[in-house]
């Protein structure tokens, strides 16, 4: 199983500002998926990188997936008080069980961000 | 459409109380999935279905976690006893996969059980 690195773990900035988080890994991911998650709810999909090399902007978030399909980074331009939230990559494997291939997803461990008005 | 149902909430319960979880997936959905959650931390594998086969319970502690999705649809997951280190948000999500092999579609999320064990 991959093991997830996620930097930094706390992120506490003010509004307007621009950050980055990063994820990475040793191993190389089939694919990997972008999280956001606010307390006391369940995390929801931001965006899906496949392609080493992909770039994907999702309004001011821009995400990137390594060309060696081992890492990537999740930036914000412009920071608001609404992307407060902990971010979570997860990277895809193969997985096999019973002779079927399946996709298995490892979370690493998230990054909190808080962005003051 | 209906999201990823969950319940309880929230449960408190002491320690070597028996406590279960139930979930409704997104109908049609073929894949669930029981996560473990400690606070400010990444969801970590308990079980995976595909329909109504745990294909990886390899992460699952069987000594007092117990899980089944007997219909393929709906889902229980129980612990007994539990123990103070199980206090967690304990998650489930569903996925559709329209064959295997392919790359893990989005999981949708139910908004989790907080289960506090003192």
């Known amino acids: 199983t991959q093991l997830l690195e996620q930097s930094p773990q706390f992120l506490s900035i003010q509004e307007g500002e621009n950050l980055t988080v990063y994820c990475n890994s040793s191993?190389?991911?089939?694919?990997l998926q972008w999280y956001r998650q606010e307390p006391g709810e369940g995390p929801v999909l931001l965006v899906t990188?496949?392609?080493?090399?992909e770039v994907k902007k999702l309004k001011r978030l821009t995400f990137q997936f390594g060309d060696a399909r081992k890492d990537s980074s999740l930036h914000i331009t412009a920071a608001q008080p609404g992307d407060t939230g902990l971010y979570l990559c997860?990277?895809?494997?193969?997985?096999?069980?019973?002779?079927?291939?399946?996709?298995?997803?490892?979370f690493g461990q998230g990054t909190i961000l808080t962005v003051h008005p | 459409e209906a999201g990823v149902v969950q319940s309880p909430r929230y449960k408190i319960i002491e320690k070597k109380q028996p406590v279960a979880f139930w979930c409704n997936p997104i109908?049609?959905?073929?894949?669930l999935y029981w996560y473990l959650q400690n606070l400010g931390q990444g969801p970590e594998l308990l079980i995976r279905?595909?329909?109504?086969?745990?294909?990886?319970d390899s992460q699952l502690p069987k000594d007092r976690f117990s899980a089944e999705r007997l219909k393929g649809v709906d889902s229980t997951l129980k612990i007994q006893p539990a123990e103070l280190g199980d206090s967690a948000v304990y998650l489930c999500?569903?996925?559709?996969?329209?064959?295997?092999?392919?790359?893990?579609?989005?999981?949708?999320f139910g908004e989790g059980s907080r289960l506090t064990v003192l």
């Open positions: 279905y595909e329909n109504e086969e745990a294909v990886d």
């Open positions: 191993s190389v991911f089939s694919s």
């Open positions: 990188v496949v392609t080493g090399g």
């Open positions: 999500a569903s996925s559709f996969n329209a064959y295997s092999g392919g790359n893990t579609g989005e999981l949708f």
């Open positions: 109908s049609g959905h073929n894949t």
């Open positions: 997860a990277g895809e494997e193969a997985f096999y069980a019973g002779g079927t291939s399946y996709g298995k997803l490892t």
